[in-house]
C-alpha cells in the first residue's frame, strides 16, 4: 500500500479498528439474545420429546402421564402439524416430527408445552414411547459396503490417475479417519414464535438464515411467506449450527403455537442440543498416490467417505466443496475423486465452519506429510514442489484446479517464504531435531501448511444480498441488510462501508436487526462471504443516498456532481463546505429522497453442479502457519507451543475484527483436531453430549506465542475495499498443528514408517500412533 492510500485511511471509517458496535452492550449485559426479550403475556414453554432408538418402527406415543402432570398444556405430534409434514428441505427428506419410524436417538418425536420451562421439560421425559428396533448404520464404511445413500454419489476426474500412478517412481496408499465436531455456541438454539392478527406470524430466532426460518414456518403451517415475519438481532455463536438447524426450532414451536393459539418459546438445553443438532460431517478416506523423487505428485486417487447422519440436509453442499479444497494448494495434474454421501443413524450433520472444506485440507496435506517422510525430505519443501504456480509464471498448465477453475490470483509462494523467514522454522527444525535427540519421553514437532480457500457459495444463487440505508434529518443513519450478527462483526464492518461512503463518522451510523420484512430472500450468512455480500449491498444504497446528496449540492453551487466530496462530516463543493446534516435538511426540505436500496451479485461465477466444474469461487484467500507442539510419549497428551500465522485479509476493513477472527477460527480449528472428540456408543447414543465429556480448548490450551500477521496486499478481485473473507480460511490453518504433532510422533518412533494419526489427535490417539509400527 502506497503513502497516499495509508493517509486515505486514516481518515477514514474503514480500514481503521474502530470497536465492535455490540462490545460494551456485550460486557455490559445489555446486548439482547432472544432468551432476553421481553414475554408476551400468555407465553408458555415447549420441550422435545426424543426418540431413544436409533433406527425403529414407531408404534405409539404414550402422553397419559405427562399430560396429568402440573402445567402442562398440551402435547403436539405430527398429526398436528396443518402444513406439509416434511421440512421445506431441498431434498425434502426430512420429517418435522417423526411419526412412522425414527431414524436416531434424540430424534424429536413431539414437544410438551407447559406454563415453565422446568415443567415442560420434565413432562417430556415421562412420554412413553412404544418403538420396535430395527438394525442401525453407526459406522460409515458399513454404510458405504450397504450402499446407503442420503444423495448419489459423485465423481471428478481429470487425466488418467491410475496410469499416473503406476508410472510414478513412488506410490503410496493408506487411509484417514476424522471425526466430526460439535458447534459448542454459547447462545444454544432457540426460537420464540408470536401470533399476531390475521394469521401472520412473529418468530424470533437465533438463525443465521432468517430467510430460510421464513420459508420453513410458513410451510409448515401452510401459509405464504409474507405472512411469516423472522428478526435476528444478534446470535451468540453460529459457526453454520444455526444455519438449517436453527430453522427446526421455529417450525416446531410455530407449530405448537399454531395449536394452542398461544406465544411459544422453545429453547434446548445443552444435553437435548447435542443430542438434536447436527454436527460437522465426519470422513473416512482411502488414498492412493504417486509422486517423483522430489516429492511432486503425478497421480492421486481418493475415495472419500462422508457421514451425513440420516438425512441430506447441507451434506450435498459440503461434500461438493471437500471436493473443491482436496487439491489445497496443490496442483493435481492426473486426479481421481470419488465422493458418497452417506446414510447413518445418527444426527444429520450440517454446516460448519469451513463447510467441508477442513474435510477436503487435511487429507491432502497428511499425503503430503507422509510422501516427505517416505523420501527423507522436508515436508516444507515437499509442499513448495507441489503449489500452484504463481500467475506471472510460463506454464498456465499448473494454474488450473482439478474442477477447471483458474487459479489467477495464487500469492502462496511469497506467503509460504515469508513465514518460513518470519516463523525462524529452519532455525527451530534444527533446534527441535537436537531437542528430540536428547529428551526422548517429550518430544517436539514443527509444521507449516498453507491454505488456498474459495469464497463464495458454491450454489451460485446465494451469490445475491440486498441492503437498506435510511439517512435521517439529524444526519444520522441506519443501515439493515440481510446478514445476521454472530458475533464476527459483520453490522461493525458494513457500517464502517457506509459510514466512508457517506464520509460521516462511523458513530453514526446504526446497523439494525436481520428482518425478513425489510430484505427479502436474504441468503444465509454463511460461506465467509457476509461482508462481501451485505458490505457490497449497503456500499451501494449509501452511494445511490450520496449521488442524490451530490446532486442537489451541484445543484446550490453550480458544479458537477461529480465535484462534490463527501468526508469527515463535510460536504464539500469547489465553491462552498457544508456539515452532512446541514445538507441532509435542506435536501429534505426540497424533497430530495433520503433513503434507498441496495443489490449486489457476485460476478463472474459459473459452474456446473453435475459435473463439478466451472468457476464456483470468486475468488481464493490465502495464508500459512507456522506450528510448534510438544507430546508426551509416555501418556499420549500434547500442547501446542508456538503459533505463527500470515493471512490474506486483502486491505482489512477492521484489521483487530480480523485478527480476532484469524485467532478464533485457528483454536476452533485446533479444537477440532486435538480435543474435541464425539462418541457413540453401540446403540447410537451421543456418549459426549455435555461439556463434562466434549472438550473444547480454553484459555489454558493457547499458547503465549501466539502471533498473527495480515498479508498487506488488496484484493484483486473488485471486492468492497479491496478486502477477503477472514471466517472460514484460518480454520484450516490448524492443521499445522496436526501436521507438527505427525512430525513428533514420526520423531519418536524413529522407524520412518507412516504415521496413522486419526484426528482428533487425542491422547489415546496419540498413543496408538506411537506403538502403531509395532503392529
Known sequence: MNAPEKLKLASSAAGRSVPHESARAQVSGNAHYVDDLPEVRGTLYAAPILSTVAHGRLLGVDSHAALAMPGVQAVVLASDIPGDTVLAAFAHDEPIFASDTVQHIGQVVGLVVASTVMQARAAARAVKLDIEALPALLDVRAAYAAQSYVLPPVFVRRGDAAQAIAAAPHTLSGQLEVGG?????????????????????????????????????????????????????????????????????????????????????????????????????PFAYDYTVGFDGAGRICGFQLLMLANCG??????????????????????????????????????????????????????????????????????????????????????????????????????LHPILSKIEQSAHYQERRKAISAWNAANPVIQRGISITPVKFGISFTATLFN??????????????????????????LNTKVAQIVADELGI?????????????????????????????????????????????????????????????????????????????????????????????????????????????????????????????????????????????????????????????????????????TTEQLVWNAKGALSTHAPSTYKIPATGDIPAHFKVDLWDQPNR?????????????????AISVFEAMKEAIAAARGDGAVVQLAAPATAENVLRALTASAA
Open 505 to 673: 463518522p462511523f458513530e453514526s451510523v446504526l446497523a439494525t436487526a436481520a428482518d425478513t420484512s425489510k430484505v427479502p430472500n436474504a441468503s444465509a450468512t454463511a460461506a465467509s462471504s457476509g461482508t462481501d455480500l451485505n458490505g457490497r449491498a449497503a456500499q451501494y444504497a449509501a452511494r445511490n443516498v450520496r449521488d442524490n446528496l451530490a446532486q442537489f449540492a451541484a445543484g446550490l453551487d453550480g458544479c458537477g456532481a461529480g465535484a462534490v466530496r463527501f468526508q469527515n462530516g463535510q460536504v464539500i463543493t469547489p465553491t462552498a463546505s457544508r456539515p452532512f446534516t446541514s445538507l441532509v435538511q435542506q435536501a429534505y426540505a426540497n424533497r430530495i429522497q433520503l433513503w434507498s436500496d441496495g443489490f449486489y451479485r457476485t460476478p463472474k461465477i459459473h459452474y456446473d453442479k453435475t459435473t463439478l466444474t466451472g468457476r464456483p469461487f470468486y475468488y481464493f484467500a490465502y495464508g500459512a502457519a507456522c506450528s510448534e507442539v510438544a507430546i508426551d510419549t509416555l501418556t499420549g497428551e500434547s500442547r501446542v507451543l508456538k503459533i505463527d500465522i500470515l493471512y490474506d485479509a486483502g486491505t482489512s476493513i477492521n484489521p483487530a475484527i480480523d485478527i480476532g477472527q484469524v485467532e478464533g477460527g485457528f483454536i476452533q480449528g485446533v479444537g477440532w483436531l
Open 717 to 733: 478481485e473488485d471486492n468492497v475495499f479491496g478486502s477477503k473473507a477472514v471466517g472460514e480460511p484460518p480454520f484450516m490453518l
Open 464 to 489: 445475491q444480498a440486498g441492503a437498506l440505508v435510511h439517512v435521517y434529518t439529524d444526519g444520522s443513519v441506519q443501515v439493515n441488510h440481510g446478514g445476521t450478527e454472530m458475533g464476527q462483526g
Open 181 to 281: 465436531q460439535e458447534h459448542f455456541y454459547l447462545e444454544g438454539q432457540i426460537a420464540y414464535v408470536l401470533p399476531q392478527e390475521q394469521g401472520q406470524w412473529l418468530v424470533h430466532s437465533s438463525t443465521q438464515h432468517p430467510g430460510e426460518v421464513q420459508h420453513w414456518v410458513a410451510h409448515a403451517l401452510g401459509l405464504a411467506n409474507h405472512a411469516v415475519r423472522v428478526e435476528c438481532r444478534r446470535m451468540g455463536g453460529g459457526f453454520g449450527g444455526k444455519e438449517t438447524q436453527a430453522g427446526h426450532l421455529a417450525v416446531w414451536a410455530a407449530i405448537a403455537a399454531h395449536k394452542l393459539g398461544r406465544p411459544i418459546k422453545l429453547r434446548l438445553d445443552r444435553d437435548d442440543d447435542f443430542s438434536i443438532t447436527g454436527k460437522r460431517h
Open 310 to 411: 440420516f438425512s441430506a440436509d447441507l451434506s450435498g453442499p459440503v461434500a461438493d466443496r471437500a471436493v473443491f479444497h482436496a487439491d489445497n494448494a496443490y496442483f493435481l495434474a492426473d486426479v481421481d475423486i470419488s465422493s458418497y454421501r452417506l446414510k447413518t443413524h445418527t444426527q444429520s450433520h450440517t454446516a460448519f465452519r469451513g463447510f467441508g472444506g477442513p474435510q477436503g485440507v487435511i487429507v491432502i496435506e497428511t499425503i503430503l506429510s507422509e510422501i516427505a517422510r517416505q523420501l527423507g525430505l522436508d515436508p516444507l519443501e515437499v509442499r513448495r514442489h507441489n503449489l500452484y504456480d504463481a500467475a506471472d509464471t510460463p506454464n498456465p498448465q499448473r494454474n488450473t484446479t482439478h474442477y477447471q477453475m483458474a487459479v489467477e490470483d495464487n500469492i
